[in-house]
């Protein structure tokens, strides 16, 4: 009697990932993140917007919320190297002008509420 024991014959090791599978589980992964990203962050802005007083509740409120959501998100899946049914519109319909043909007042601070003495 031998204290080794046998192992049985028939494994089979699992299938190695192919890099086009590792690719798309990749894409699916982001996706999933962005998503989830853009649903958290949409969720309380629409709280935020309705504790501050607009009617959230209107037919044409939640269509052009819907759309200014769908756009984030596009951004985002660009960001991350995804592609977006939006982005073929945005880059058809929007001309970014440069920041020094823009006057003060036509600017966007990115100060984010930063004192002007800080």
């Not at 894409?27 to 009617?55: M, P, R, T």
């Not at 043909?101 to 800080?118: I, P, R, T, V």
Request: hydrophobic share 35%; proline share 3%; charged share 30%.
């Amino acid at each position: 009697m031998s204290n080794i024991v046998k192992f049985p014959n028939d494994y089979v090791p699992p299938e190695q990932e192919t890099l086009s599978h590792l690719k798309k589980s990749i894409e699916k992964n982001k996706e999933i993140y962005v998503n989830n990203v853009v649903d958290q962050h949409s969720s309380s802005l629409l709280a935020n917007i309705a504790l501050s007083g607009f009617n959230i509740d209107k037919e044409e409120f939640m269509k052009d919320f819907a759309f200014t959501v769908e756009t984030i998100r596009s951004s985002l899946y660009r960001n991350m190297g995804l592609h977006h049914h939006f982005q073929d519109h945005i880059d058809e319909s929007v001309e970014l002008t440069g920041m020094e043909e823009l006057g003060d007042d036509e600017q966007m601070s990115l100060d984010f509420g930063k004192k002007e003495d800080e």
